[in-house]
């Protein structure tokens, strides 16, 4: 049995680092690429002798990145921060309250969930040309917040009920605090865990979002840093070394996200997805 159990934990080890590989390999090519000068056609698996740093800031420039991540900026952040306040707030009540009500809200946001957001994009598109919101920051925010709020009410909704004890609530009622006080007070700081999921999962996808916001940021002062990196990418197809540069600094931000929020994030999703 002993001789099994090594075995397999042997086997789990090669897997893991086999899928490790899987990942980095892609990551330490296109470092690579991007070190290396220009005119330089050597192999992309050999680390340049000579690194050079300027394709960054040659990148930067010439890929217009700087506007494009204030506005990428901007539409994550704002996003973030209303997928937050209001499904932490949306999902308390579906949490506690088991109320016949509650339950069609909560399972209405479970069934759009496994609906694809681009099937919208038409009468969206002209409902939005309608209104007169096309290159604006509000429309990109109120967008995102739509597409992501199901996820996020369904994450904070089982976190609060497979994680935080109702005699938190119940001893807090007791002191005379109000609804509200007590979410703010004693149930929102314990969200730590499912609002780094929160954060992970949709600041990804918002930051790389590429269909919607070709179609609603069509202005060249709104794009964003996924629409500004396909449009270099198309012009510098022979300048692999700026190509991957630009790619580097564009994931810059997420990644750091990530690394900061990491210790949280399993523990939140795994929460989060437990079936109230």
Same mark, same amino acid.
């Given at each position: 049995?002993?001789?099994?159990?090594?075995?397999?934990?042997? #086997?789990?080890?090669?897997?893991?680092?086999?899928?490790?590989?899987?990942?980095?390999?892609?990551?330490?090519?296109?470092?690579?690429?991007?070190?290396?000068?220009?005119?330089?056609?050597?192999?992309?698996?050999?680390?340049?002798?000579?690194?050079?740093?300027?394709?960054?800031?040659?990148?930067?420039?010439?890929?217009?990145?700087?506007? =494009?991540?204030?506005?990428?900026?901007?539409?994550?952040?704002? %996003?973030?921060?209303? $997928?937050?306040?209001?499904?932490?707030?949306?999902?308390?009540?579906?949490?506690?309250?088991? &109320? &016949?009500?509650?339950?069609?809200?909560?399972?209405?946001?479970?069934?759009?969930?496994?609906?694809?957001?681009?099937?919208?994009?038409?009468?969206?598109?002209?409902?939005?040309?309608?209104?007169?919101?096309?290159?604006?920051?509000?429309?990109?925010?109120?967008?995102?917040?739509?597409?992501?709020?199901?996820?996020?009410?369904?994450?904070?909704?089982?976190?609060?009920?497979? &994680?935080?004890?109702?005699? #938190?609530?119940?001893?807090?009622?007791?002191?005379?605090?109000?609804?509200?006080?007590?979410?703010?007070?004693?149930?929102?700081?314990?969200?730590?865990?499912?609002?780094?999921?929160?954060?992970?999962?949709?600041?990804?996808?918002?930051?790389?979002?590429?269909?919607?916001?070709?179609?609603?940021?069509?202005?060249? %002062?709104?794009?964003?840093?996924?629409?500004?990196?396909? =449009?270099?990418?198309?012009?510098?197809?022979?300048?692999?070394?700026?190509?991957?540069?630009?790619?580097?600094?564009?994931? $810059?931000?997420?990644?750091?996200?990530? #690394?900061? $929020?990491?210790?949280?994030?399993?523990?939140?999703?795994?929460?989060?997805?437990?079936?109230?």
């Amino acid at each position: 049995m002993e001789y099994l159990n090594k075995k397999k934990k042997h #086997l789990l080890t090669g897997v893991s680092i086999l899928v490790l590989l899987f990942h980095i390999i892609p990551f330490y090519i296109m470092a690579t690429t991007a070190l290396k000068a220009k005119g330089d056609f050597s192999s992309k698996w050999v680390f340049p002798k000579e690194l050079n740093f300027q394709n960054f800031s040659e990148a930067w420039q010439t890929a217009n990145l700087g506007p =494009s991540f204030i506005n990428t900026l901007i539409i994550t952040g704002c %996003s973030a921060v209303l $997928l937050i306040f209001f499904g932490s707030m949306a999902a308390y009540p579906m949490a506690r309250r088991k &109320t &016949t009500l509650n339950k069609i809200f909560y399972f209405v946001f479970i069934a759009i969930m496994i609906i694809p957001p681009l099937t919208a994009l038409v009468p969206l598109y002209k409902m939005v040309v309608n209104i007169g919101m096309m290159n604006t920051y509000e429309v990109a925010i109120l967008n995102n917040v739509a597409a992501f709020m199901p996820l996020t009410i369904f994450l904070y909704a089982g976190f609060i009920r497979s &994680t935080i004890p109702k005699e #938190l609530e119940e001893a807090a009622k007791i002191d005379g605090a109000s609804t509200l006080g007590t979410f703010f007070r004693i149930v929102f700081p314990l969200l730590k865990p499912v609002t780094a999921s929160v954060l992970i999962i949709a600041c990804v996808f918002i930051w790389n979002d590429y269909q919607f916001a070709i179609f609603f940021l069509q202005d060249k %002062s709104m794009h964003t840093v996924t629409v500004s990196l396909a =449009s270099f990418f198309g012009q510098n197809q022979n300048h692999l070394n700026l190509v991957a540069a630009a790619a580097i600094l564009a994931m $810059l931000p997420m990644t750091i996200l990530f #690394l900061f $929020l990491q210790k949280y994030f399993i523990a939140g999703l795994s929460s989060g997805s437990v079936k109230g």
